[in-house]
């Protein structure tokens, strides 16, 4: 499966996730895989790829750009309610998809899908509420403008919802959530978790 044949911020920062993937990585998991464009990418990282979305026509566009992939499956269901068996994955990571959910509980879903030692990466939305937020959102504007005039910028089609939890908010809770989180902030309006497993 190629890239994405659109550009926008969500698979700008795909490298970031495809970057954490760790060596050698055997089954991974997309949270939220909307059109399936990430789980493809895994696909050359990973010896097998799962994406799960709850959205049937996310899923069913998954599906036929993947066409008979041998190591790419995908399920439409909620993750929060679906029984991954704990410990059964070397990656699981999530595009843009956590400010759907209830973030505590599917970060920790997550972490729990992870074996000992696994990675786990997420970008995320967050939202402005102080005059530092909008300053440093505001940072980005011009990157972004240049981007737009060199890339064809689309989407996916997946609903969009505008995030409730701030950026220290998600990063007071990650941390709270997984001690030893990396989080960062990045120009082009999204954040990154990445965070390693104990193996023991």
């Known amino acids: 499966m190629a890239r994405a044949a659109y550009w926008n911020h969500n698979v700008h920062y795909q490298s970031v996730i495809l970057g954490a993937v760790p060596?050698?990585?055997?089954?991974?998991?997309?949270?939220g895989c909307g059109d399936g464009v990430l789980a493809g990418r895994l696909a050359g990282r990973c010896a097998h790829v799962t994406g799960i979305d709850r959205d049937r026509r996310m899923i069913a566009?998954?599906?036929?750009?993947?066409?008979?992939?041998?190591r790419v499956r995908f399920i439409e269901a909620d993750f929060l309610a679906h029984d991954f068996p704990p410990a059964s994955f070397d990656f699981?990571?999530?595009?843009?998809?956590?400010?759907?959910?209830?973030?505590?509980?599917?970060?920790?879903?997550?972490?729990?899908?992870?074996?000992?030692?696994?990675?786990?990466?997420?970008?995320?939305?967050?939202?402005?509420?102080?005059?530092?937020?909008?300053?440093?959102?505001a940072s980005g504007i011009p990157l972004n403008l240049v981007y737009r005039a060199l890339y064809r910028e689309g989407n996916s089609g997946a609903p969009i919802k505008d995030p409730e939890m701030t950026w220290t908010e998600v990063r007071t809770a990650a941390r709270g959530l997984l001690p030893g989180v990396r989080y960062r902030r990045h120009l082009l309006w999204r954040y990154s978790l990445l965070w390693r497993k104990s193996p023991q």
Do not use: E, K
């Open 61 to 70: 566009l998954a599906r036929a750009q993947a066409g008979d992939h041998a």
């Open 92 to 137: 699981v990571c999530a595009n843009t998809s956590l400010h759907h959910m209830d973030f505590a509980v599917a970060l920790t879903a997550m972490a729990r899908a992870l074996r000992p030692g696994g990675g786990l990466a997420v970008v995320g939305l967050a939202a402005d509420r102080s005059f530092g937020d909008y300053l440093a959102s």
């Open 23 to 31: 060596p050698g990585c055997g089954p991974a998991l997309d949270v």
